[in-house]
């Protein structure tokens, strides 16, 4: 999907946090799903996403990084962005104590803010939320356990951003933006404001997860390949675009099992001429997009080639599976 996260305004909302129930057994079927939703993810705790002076920002300088999580000013902990604003502004003027998640890794950084137009600030762009558009891959109707993307959403670091929960909501896609070589286009369309598919519960590197509303994710079970079922050769990619229909595109698996920590364990590019003419290959918003052969669900794409547009990476449905388990037990 590369970028099909855009970044909203910065907000605090709750959202219910279910438990993902781990699957007792590998189910045999799924429903391949193929449907563009708005996805509106709440973070846990405040992301460093940019700085506003590169050359002069306070936070920089005392080492903050894009991507650090801050979960407390002065041990008050924060829930919005907003927060952390207002945290900053009520202060003296002297150097305050952040207490940072770096990939997993406690800190704490002391910083001084800066006066600016009569205010304190830190120097810091952050962000509390985000929203954008994505597929979902599959759909259990026997848990109502979804699954999307194929890979984590990440707030500028290496690791998915924690949340506090999210929702999956129906949307229009209202125009393509077309890829071209080193240029990756994305599908156009509001990620929010919709009425609610499902909630997001888990943000992890294999997908997101979560569990539906009762409707709008429909369809017939197909079974899911093994492993040792996927195969070099032609293949389907199941997505909606304009017309909101899930329509199956051709696509070719060139290479299997290439890169199964970077959800890259499948090498396919797009050879339907329908699909090449609409998007120019696989496009932003297209992760999580159903890959089925000969009748089984193998996977999801995760990436496109900015080199070359109409070629992306997959990720198997049985890794996908396994992140689901792992995030139900960490629950």
């Avoid at 041990?75 to 003296?92: F, I, K, P, T």
């Avoid at 950084?109 to 810091?124: K, Y």
């Avoid at 329908?274 to 999801?300: C, D, F, H, W, Y």
């Amino acid at each position: 999907m590369g970028r099909s996260i855009r970044t909203a305004a910065a907000a605090v909302w709750l959202a219910l946090l279910l438990s993902v129930p781990a699957f007792g057994a590998t189910p045999e079927s799924l429903v391949p799903v193929g449907q563009t939703v708005g996805l509106e993810l709440n973070m846990d705790g405040v992301y460093i996403v940019g700085f506003s002076d590169e050359d002069g920002s306070p936070a920089q300088a005392a080492g903050l990084q894009v991507g650090d999580r801050i979960r407390a000013v002065d041990g008050q902990v924060l829930d919005s962005a907003e927060g952390l604003r207002a945290l900053v502004a009520e202060g003296s003027g002297e150097a305050v104590v952040l207490d940072v998640d770096r990939a997993g890794r406690a800190v704490q950084v002391a910083v001084r803010p800066t006066e600016q137009d009569g205010q304190l600030l830190l120097g810091l762009c952050v962000r509390d939320r985000i929203a954008g558009l994505g597929t979902v891959t599959f759909y259990d109707p026997e848990t109502g356990l979804f699954g999307a993307l194929g890979h984590g959403v990440s707030g500028g670091g290496s690791q998915p951003m924690a949340i506090r929960g999210g929702l999956a909501t129906q949307t229009c896609v209202s125009g393509i933006r077309r890829g071209a070589v080193g240029m990756p286009g994305s599908l156009l369309g509001p990620a929010s404001g919709g009425a609610t598919l499902g909630q997001v519960e888990q943000n992890t590197e294999r997908g997101l997860f979560g569990h539906a509303a009762g409707v709008g994710l429909c369809g017939t079970p197909i079974a899911l390949a093994g492993q040792e079922e996927v195969t070099v050769g032609p293949a389907e990619l199941w997505c909606s675009l304009e017309d909101g229909q899930t329509l199956r595109y051709a696509v070719e698996i060139e290479a299997v099992r290439l890169d199964a920590e970077q959800c890259r364990d499948l090498r396919i590019v797009v050879t339907d001429p329908r699909l090449l003419e609409k998007t120019g290959g696989i496009v932003q918003g297209m992760s999580g997009s159903p890959i089925v052969q000969n009748g089984k669900l193998v996977g999801a794409v995760t990436h496109v080639l900015v080199r070359d547009p109409t070629r992306g990476y997959g990720i198997l449905i049985g890794h996908m599976l396994e992140a689901a388990n792992q995030a139900a037990k960490a629950a």
